[in-house]
């Protein structure tokens, strides 16, 4: 049985990843944001895991997956946001604008 050994080299004509992380945060800067949010709560909540007092580990957890999908879910909706102003209020002003 021989095994085929460059089967992870990606092809000449596609994007490396770097390529394509760039090109994805460019298509949708929010995202790294939000993923960014994740990790900063993430770290700050775990930083602070150890002077959490009584609270039982459970819950302290708990509260970080919420804070941390907050952030997620808050980069999400501003792009939402975004979307629909650039593609509906902007186009609508520049309808009324050109009449």
Request: charged letters at 25%; aromatic letters at 8%.
């Amino acid at each position: 049985m021989s095994a085929n050994r460059r089967w992870w080299v990606p092809a000449d004509d596609k994007d490396s990843v770097s390529e394509k992380l760039l090109r994805k945060t460019r298509e949708s800067p929010l995202v790294p944001i939000g993923l960014g949010g994740c990790l900063v709560v993430a770290a700050y909540r775990i930083y602070r895991l150890r002077s959490r007092g009584s609270t039982k580990m459970s819950i302290h957890l708990i509260h970080t997956r919420v804070a941390a999908q907050a952030c997620a879910v808050g980069a999400i909706m501003l792009g939402a946001v975004y979307t629909m102003y650039s593609d509906y209020i902007k186009r609508m002003a520049q309808d009324t604008g050109e009449k």
